[in-house]
């Protein structure tokens, strides 16, 4: 299988560690935005879209974790990057997962946020792959929505919430039913044993997509790992608690563990 050339943004100083940043289902890389400003000079940042997702190709689907991580591995290839540390969210930190389990020499330190191992029932997700070929994503982009930030945090910030719709309904509905199909497939469970990076799990207590027990299960497959669980975050907590949640990813990627 051909990889994908990943659509990319590098920023930070060369010679800081270097982080790469993986997103959700239907985002885009401005979805690490609000960790920007804290990493600043302290690390050289790699966010990238996932295939079908952002300015990445979308070639068709279904897609699988091993594809989106072996596009992940030809990025580190391609920008002379023999090894970083890497932090995905939901679909990205299933890809992490897939990354430190199958590639660890790449693989320096872990932040897994709001994802899960094993996410059934495959059948959803099939179904919200046919939703999106069929409907488009404006069809599912209000429900997407209702997952990503707690109800509080949209009604009292409607103008940040806007602009996470208009990334969702951009997503070209190719690339998310592929993911979807992605998700489907995949059970890394009996691979989370297997993982030696040091491992930071952060699971979002208000987070319907990927509960607390996901964090837990990793957690407990990954031996030395560490998990917290932020109070007052939905599923893309690095938005609704960004200072939190780039503070903890800070203290994990620069510790001497
Ligand atoms: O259900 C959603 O839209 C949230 C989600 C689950 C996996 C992922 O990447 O996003």
Redesign the pocket.
């Known amino acids: 299988m051909t990889a994908t050339t990943l659509f990319q943004r590098t920023s930070g100083p060369l010679g800081a560690p270097t982080l790469l940043l993986g997103g959700?289902?239907?985002s885009n890389l401005d979805m690490w935005r609000p960790q920007l400003a804290a990493f600043g000079d302290r690390l050289r940042v790699v966010r990238f879209d996932h295939r079908g997702h952002g300015g990445s190709p979308v070639p068709p689907g279904p897609y699988s974790i091993e594809d989106l991580g072996r596009d992940v591995l030809a990025l580190l290839d391609r920008l002379g990057i023999e090894r970083a540390s890497y932090c995905g969210l939901?679909?990205g930190g299933m890809v992490g997962m897939w990354m430190a389990a199958h590639a660890p020499g790449r693989i320096d330190k872990l932040v897994l946020i709001c994802t899960a191992a094993h996410?059934p029932p495959a059948d959803s997700w099939r179904s919200r792959a046919e939703q999106v070929r069929t409907g488009g994503m404006g069809s599912i982009a209000d429900a997407?929505l209702g997952?990503?930030f707690t109800p509080r945090y949209r009604a009292a910030l409607p103008a940040r919430v806007a602009p996470y719709r208009a990334m969702i309904a951009a997503c070209p509905a190719e690339g998310y039913a592929g993911c979807c199909e992605a998700?489907a497939a995949m059970d890394q469970l009996a691979d989370l044993p297997r993982i030696t990076a040091p491992t930071l799990v952060i699971a979002g207590a208000d987070d319907p997509?990927?509960p607390p027990e996901h964090g837990e299960r990793i957690h407990a497959g990954i031996a030395g790992s560490r998990l917290v669980v932020l109070q007052g975050a939905a599923?893309l907590a690095n938005a609704e608690q960004p200072d939190a949640v780039s503070q903890l990813i800070l203290d994990h990627v620069r510790s001497d563990d």
Do not use: E, F, M, P
Request: hydrophobic fraction near 55%.
């Open positions: 959700s289902l239907g939901s679909l996410l997407v997952r990503w998700i997509a990927t599923h």
